[in-house]
């Protein structure tokens, strides 16, 4: 028997190239599932983000939407950032968290609030993020980051922040305002 996941996913990832590619080119769609066993057949194999060059990334969204801002079921929306030291060695263990817990329906009732997650190799800081669909959801936005942190146990001391995409590709250097964080900060 096979048992079918809430929604239909795609997995894209994006090489690190230095060609005169353009972004979009290095990003490519390279499998869809739609049941546990799918699931498990895709990721048993799959090379663990560590290993990865720097610079690569993976995107895990429902299929139907493109991992980019541009995608209408983005453009409204913004991201959960969480920095991921190299000296801890915990970013597989993380990604796999993130996996298990947006495919397996534990963001509850969020579920239709979230398009994706992403890893970002880049040695030094990688990123993991959870990409939501309306950045001017407050009340749910900080519900998804809550499960986000807990899902991974990311001690509450420690800062995550949710950023629009809006602001993030406008952005002139590596600073973006952010609009959320966990835990919160006063008048913010
Ligand atoms: P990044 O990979 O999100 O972060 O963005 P990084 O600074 O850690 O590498 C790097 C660059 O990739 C951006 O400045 C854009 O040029 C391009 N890029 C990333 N994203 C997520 C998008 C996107 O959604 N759309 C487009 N057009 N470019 C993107």
Redesign the pocket.
């Known amino acids: 028997p096979t048992h079918p996941l809430q929604f239909r996913w795609a997995l894209w990832y994006l090489h690190a190239d230095n060609s005169k590619k353009s972004?979009?080119e290095n990003l490519k769609k390279i499998a869809v599932f739609s049941t546990v066993e799918e699931f498990w057949a895709l990721f048993n194999h799959l090379v663990e983000p560590s290993s990865l060059q720097r610079?690569c990334?993976y995107y895990l969204f429902k299929e139907g939407i493109k991992?980019?801002?541009?995608d209408t079921a983005n453009n409204k929306g913004g991201r959960w950032l969480l920095f991921v030291d190299r000296k801890a060695k915990k970013l597989d263990e993380y990604w796999m968290e993130l996996l298990l817990a947006i495919v397996g329906e534990q963001f509850e009732e969020y579920g239709n609030d979230i398009c994706g997650i992403v890893v970002?190799v880049?040695g030094k800081a990688d990123?993991l993020s959870v990409w939501t669909a309306d950045a001017n959801l407050d009340e749910v936005n900080l519900g998804i980051g809550k499960i986000f942190k807990e899902k991974l146990t990311i001690p509450d001391t420690e800062t995550i922040q949710y950023e629009s995409?809006k602001d993030a590709?406008h952005r002139q250097n590596?600073n973006v305002k952010a609009r959320l964080s966990l835990p919160q900060i006063e008048g913010n």
């Open positions: 972004w979009e610079g990334d991992p980019m801002w541009e970002n880049r990123k995409h590709s590596s």
